[in-house]
């Protein structure tokens, strides 16, 4: 085996941590595909020499390629994620089926776009897969109090505005997560069970089909227009929305709608599908659980 072959396989070795990554960056399975890839042309062209920490060296390179996709991206304002990115569950490998398929991965990905570029690499690199501050420093080109800064700005973002005192968020995510699991299911009496007799569903008309009742009033007619429009469920994941649990429904990883619920009683007895664009940016959106921390091997 010949130095280059030698080099191929170590990268490949490190594929896998470098895709998830980046995709924790860039939000967009083909994108992060792109960036790594980026990354081994980089390697190949250096040959190795020099580089005593390959896998650190790794995740410097491709931090900083997401990290200058992000900037591009905020400065053409685009979409985060085009319509190429798989929709959760079908993803185009195993790692990223998992990523998307996952509640807390799926509404992880809809708050770090609400990040700054720098803040969500700081982030990501520090609170999802445990890298020290003096590297991260390195890839945004700051100092390292000023990287420490970006992440903590991001985790207080990530994490969303505090619960008014008193509330059961246990309880109430509890419940949204059982009427997303009967809505999944199509299961009208495990909706009527979670709903309260006389709950009202409001909705923005750019979240219904044509003809479709802006408002339902009763257990019933809520929970049988729920089982009529239940493959958004499919894309459903329990988040913080406004200090309390609440769903984002995002698709191919782009958020489109998001439920305000109340729930009192351990039944929910109204919920806001927000659609309208200026409502979604207006709304305040975090993690309900940090996925654990994933330690990069090789990253001093």
Same mark, same amino acid.
Request: proline share 6%.
């Given at each position: 085996?010949? &130095?280059? !072959?030698?080099? *191929?396989?170590?990268?490949?070795?490190?594929?896998?941590?470098?895709? %998830?990554?980046?995709?924790?960056?860039?939000?967009?399975?083909?994108?992060?595909?792109?960036?790594?890839?980026?990354?081994?042309?980089?390697?190949?062209?250096? $040959? @190795?020499?020099?580089? !005593?920490?390959? %896998?650190?060296?790794?995740?410097?390179?491709?931090?900083?390629?997401?990290?200058?996709?992000?900037?591009?991206?905020?400065?053409?304002?685009?979409?985060?994620? @085009?319509? =190429?990115?798989?929709?959760?569950?079908?993803?185009?490998?195993?790692?990223?089926?998992?990523?998307? @398929?996952? /509640?807390?991965?799926?509404?992880?990905?809809?708050?770090?776009?609400?990040?700054?570029?720098?803040?969500?690499?700081?982030?990501?690199?520090?609170?999802?897969?445990?890298?020290?501050? !003096?590297?991260? *420093?390195?890839?945004?080109?700051?100092?390292?109090?000023?990287?420490?800064?970006?992440?903590?700005?991001?985790?207080?973002?990530?994490?969303?505005?505090?619960?008014?005192? $008193?509330?059961?968020?246990?309880?109430?995510?509890?419940?949204?997560?059982?009427?997303?699991?009967?809505?999944?299911?199509?299961?009208? &009496?495990?909706?009527?069970?979670?709903?309260?007799?006389?709950?009202?569903?409001?909705?923005?008309?750019?979240?219904?089909?044509?003809?479709? *009742?802006?408002?339902?009033?009763?257990?019933? %007619?809520? *929970?049988?227009?729920?089982?009529?429009?239940? =493959?958004? /469920?499919?894309?459903?994941?329990?988040?913080?929305?406004?200090?309390?649990?609440?769903?984002?429904?995002?698709?191919? &990883?782009?958020?489109?709608?998001?439920?305000?619920?109340?729930? =009192?009683? $351990?039944?929910?007895?109204?919920?806001?599908?927000?659609?309208?664009?200026?409502?979604?940016?207006?709304?305040?959106?975090?993690?309900? &659980?940090?996925?654990?921390?994933?330690?990069?091997?090789?990253?001093?």
């Amino acid at each position: 085996m010949d &130095g280059r !072959d030698e080099l *191929a396989r170590r990268f490949e070795e490190r594929r896998g941590q470098l895709r %998830a990554v980046a995709h924790r960056m860039l939000g967009s399975v083909d994108e992060a595909e792109d960036a790594v890839q980026e990354a081994w042309l980089r390697l190949s062209r250096t $040959g @190795g020499d020099g580089i !005593d920490n390959l %896998a650190g060296w790794l995740t410097t390179v491709v931090s900083r390629i997401c990290l200058d996709m992000l900037r591009s991206r905020s400065s053409r304002r685009e979409q985060p994620y @085009g319509d =190429e990115q798989p929709v959760a569950g079908e993803g185009n490998t195993p790692e990223d089926a998992a990523v998307l @398929g996952d /509640s807390v991965g799926l509404a992880l990905l809809v708050v770090l776009d609400r990040l700054g570029p720098a803040e969500r690499v700081a982030f990501v690199l520090h609170d999802l897969f445990g890298v020290p501050f !003096d590297r991260i *420093a390195q890839v945004v080109d700051r100092s390292q109090p000023t990287a420490k800064k970006l992440a903590s700005r991001a985790r207080q973002k990530v994490r969303g505005t505090p619960a008014v005192p $008193g509330t059961d968020l246990d309880g109430h995510r509890q419940v949204v997560e059982a009427f997303l699991a009967a809505a999944r299911g199509g299961d009208l &009496g495990g909706l009527l069970d979670v709903l309260a007799p006389d709950v009202v569903r409001r909705a923005d008309p750019a979240a219904l089909p044509p003809g479709v *009742a802006r408002e339902l009033r009763g257990a019933r %007619a809520v *929970a049988e227009g729920t089982v009529t429009l239940r =493959e958004r /469920s499919r894309f459903a994941a329990v988040a913080l929305v406004d200090g309390d649990v609440g769903v984002v429904v995002a698709p191919r &990883g782009r958020l489109l709608f998001a439920l305000r619920v109340t729930v =009192e009683g $351990g039944r929910i007895t109204a919920y806001d599908v927000v659609a309208d664009p200026a409502r979604l940016d207006r709304l305040d959106l975090g993690v309900l &659980g940090l996925p654990k921390l994933s330690p990069l091997s090789g990253t001093p």
